[in-house]
Each structure stands twice: as structure tokens, then as C-alpha cells.
């Protein structure tokens, strides 16, 4: 049977007190509605409606590549009033129209093809999707008479015993074409001044449709986001759910609570997280690999047996095989750090390649340089890259050592196997195997000591 799907999101989301509208809040990286928008695409409708409201010009171009039509509720007047909108798009469509509220994003497309398997089956006329509900909440309770559902009574209207019924609306509906006349006849509510799409049940079962719930989801999976607290729950739930994903694929976590993996992420056998690890973006991790406390590493291919040390910040880059990175270690986009290299604390690379067994142990920046293999960067090595105006590359081949606290003018090229002394500044290329010194030749100057020694003595000063 032909299905059509329409979403409501016009509402204006006060609860959230924010303004962006409450479907455009993200879960990661992803708002709210494409969550929803995905879940609903792997049904294959025949039609799809956003229904979105005065300020939802930024939805529509958040959602131009979607295979979605989208009709404007102008004052949002309620979720009845929303749906009218909704199929005054979709006329004469013959098939299951499936309503949708925009703010559900943990639902599953496997659960919504039952649903709507079941109000075919059951030849129901109105079919509710509906869950059981834990804790304090603000759901719409389905009120049933023995089996039979009467009714959805909204939590502000309830009175104390309907409070109690925990079986709930989740605002996911099939309807059959000819039943939405009936939107028509419902009544205002008065204390909210809006028209509720939950009313359509009451009086489809006075006039004898076949009207079900169907409890065949979890509230993990069914919860609407209205607050910030629920969208903090919303992404909690995802959070532990792709921790305990990867906890099932053979990767050691140590704190549920404080890592944070993307859901694109990907993570290879036997490789030990500590706590407070954030993986994010794209980001792949090989086998065996150890990332200590409070590193991120964002949109990163890490190969195996890498070690990240505690602290350490990683983006847009490569770590092959058997590296060492960090403590405090920041590799910025572009950098390929190759196999067996170790860099150290307060090392700091950008857009740069290095080879095989590069050691960059302390203090250095390293930034547009091409760095070969064996070669060791001593501490406080600093490539000056920028004259201001533009950025100039550094060439260092293999096999060379780098004295500490030297400074590399770009553009520079340092030649295979050559030697720079400490306290160097090289502004002039070095041929290969060389020894390049730029500093000044130590003077020790004894003569002017013992003079200084002798005035204080006769000062009477202590020595
Ligand atoms: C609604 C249901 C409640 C159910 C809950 C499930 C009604 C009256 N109540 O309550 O029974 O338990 O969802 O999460 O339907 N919207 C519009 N136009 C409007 C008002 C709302 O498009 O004028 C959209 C919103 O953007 C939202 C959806 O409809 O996506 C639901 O509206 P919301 O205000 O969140 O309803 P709830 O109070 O959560
Ligand atoms: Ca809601």
C-alpha cells in the first residue's frame, strides 16, 4: 500500500528558550529533524510533507536536498490545526498517511514499518503508536476502556488517576485517508488555545471507528524532545548506545560516562580508551592502539598500535602505524605523522609531513614542512613559516639532526644527514651532510670575573 508521510515542526518550540527553531537543535552534529527525516526515508513514502511554521525558512534550506514538500503553517495554532496544513498538500492520496512529530528523533525505521504493518493488517482507521512511559513526564495518557482505546488525554488536562496511566502518546499516527475529516470537528482547547491533534480520537470512536494503540517501543526510542533536558537525555542514550556498540566490537572503554565516540567512528580491535577521550567526525582508529585521558581527535586516520598521550588534540590528520603523539601534543589539519615517530609534549604541527621515526620530543612547532625519515627535532626547534604576509615551507631531509632551540627561516631546506648546532638560526640553506652553526662562538671571559670577585671581597660583601 502507498504511503505518505507527514512531519509536524511548525511548533515554536518555547520549552527549548532558544532562538533556533526546537527541530534545528542538534544530537552530535545532526539536528533533530533529520534524524526524523531519515528514519522516515528508509520507508520509501510515496510523499512527504513538512509541515513548518512562520520561522521555518531556515528548515526549508536546511532540508532542500531531501525529497520532501513543505506547506507553511502561518500561526501555530496546534498540532491539529498543523496536520490540516499537512494534507491540504496531499489530496486525493489514496494509502496510509503517517503523521509524524518533528521532535522525536530516536525513532527507528524498523519499529515504524510494524506500526504501520499492524494498521494495515488490523484495518484500523486510527492507529497510535504508544509507550510506556517512566518517571515524571508531560505525555498525552491513552485512556482505553478495557482493551479499547477512548482517548488521549493531555497531561495538563489530566486529573490525578489519569496522571497515573503510564501507557502514553509518542505523536507518531497511521491514518486512513478518509478519517482526517474529521480534524474539522475538533474543538479548541480552551486552556491552551490550541487545537489538539489528539482530539480526532475521541471522536472517531464515537462515531465507531476502528481506533488501537500499539505499545511496541521502548521510550528510548520514542522520546520527544521539548526541552533541553531531553535533548540531553536524547543524546545520551545515542552516546551509550554507540559506546556499547564498540564495547561489543572488542574495544576496551573505560568510562561509559565521559567518552564521547561519533557515531561515524571507527575503532579497532583491542585498542584501550581512558576516560574522557572525545573521538569525533570521521575519525577512524586502528587496532591495538592506546588513547590515554582528555585527548580529541576530530576527523583523524589513526593506523594501529598508536599511542596518543594524555591531553593531546588531533584534527584533519593522519598517525600511522606504531606512532607515539602527546602528552600535550597539538597535530592542526593536514599533517601526516609517519610510522614509528614520536612527538612530544608541547609539539605543535600544522600541514606538515613527516617520515618514518621522526622524534619531536619537547617544545617545538613544526608547521608547513616536509620532514624525512630518522630525523631528530631537538627541543624548542620552531619553523618560522610566516613573514607576515605569506606562509613558506620547510624541506628537512633524512637522516638529519636538529639542534635544540633552532629556529628555521622559510623557505629553507636543510640536505640529507647534515647536523644544525643549537641555538641555530638558519636562514640559508644547509647542503647535505653538513654542520650548520649560526650562533655566536662562546667567549669565557675569566679575566673580568676575577676582577668582579676581587671588588666585592674588598667590599666586605659575602660571596
Ligand atoms: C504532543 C501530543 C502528546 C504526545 C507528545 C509526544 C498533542 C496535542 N499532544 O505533545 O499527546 O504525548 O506530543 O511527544 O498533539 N507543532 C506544529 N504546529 C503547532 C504545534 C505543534 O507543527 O501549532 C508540531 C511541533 O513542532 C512538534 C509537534 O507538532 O514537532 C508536537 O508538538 P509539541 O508542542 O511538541 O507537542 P507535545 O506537547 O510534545
Ligand atoms: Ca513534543
Known sequence: MKLAIIILAAGLGTRMKSSLPKVLHKIYDKPIIQYVIEALMRLSPEKSIVVVGSEGEIIINFLKSYPVSFAMQKQQKGTADALKYGIAKIEGFEGVILVVNGD????????????????????????????????????????????????????????ESQKKINEVNSGIYAFKPHILKLLDDIKINEKKGEYYLTDIVDLAVVKKYKV?????????????INTREDLCNAFNYLKLRVINKWLDKGVTLLDKNTTFIHPDVQIGTDTIIYPNVHLEGKTVIGSNCIIYPNSRIVDTIIADNVTIKDSSVIELSEIMEDATIGPFAHIRPQSIIGPSSKIGNFVEIKKSVLGKG??????????????????????????????????????????VFIGSDT????????????????????????????????????????????????KKRADGDKI
Open 104 to 159: 522525536t528523533p530516536l525513532i527507528d525505521s524498523a519499529v515504524l514499518q510494524k506500526f504501520i504493518d499492524l494498521h494495515i493488517s488490523n484495518s484500523e482507521d486510527i492507529s497510535i503508536l504508544s509507550f510506556i512511559a517512566k518517571g515524571s513526564h508531560s505525555y498525552g495518557r491513552i485512556i482505553r476502556a478495557g482493551d479499547n482505546v477512548i482517548k488521549i488525554i493531555e497531561d495538563r488536562d489530566a486529573d
Open 212 to 224: 488501537c494503540a500499539h505499545n511496541i517501543a521502548s521510550e528510548d526510542q520514542l522520546a520527544g
Open 358 to 399: 621522526v622524534k619531536a620530543s619537547h617544545l617545538s612547532y613544526l608547521g608547513d614542512s616536509e620532514i624525512g625519515s630518522n630525523v631528530n627535532i631537538g627541543a624548542g626547534t620552531i619553523t618560522c613559516n610566516y613573514d607576515g604576509k605569506l606562509k613558506h615551507k620547510t624541506i628537512i631531509e633524512d637522516d
Open 407 to 454: 629556529q628555521l627561516v622559510a623557505p629553507i631546506k636543510v640536505g640529507k644527514g647534515s647536523y644544525v648546532g643549537a641555538g641555530s638560526t638558519i636562514t640559508k640553506e644547509v647542503p647535505p651532510s653538513s654542520l650548520a652553526i649560526s650562533r655566536s662562538p662562546q667567549k669565557n671571559l675569566k679575566k673580568l670575573i676575577s676582577i668582579r670577585l676581587s
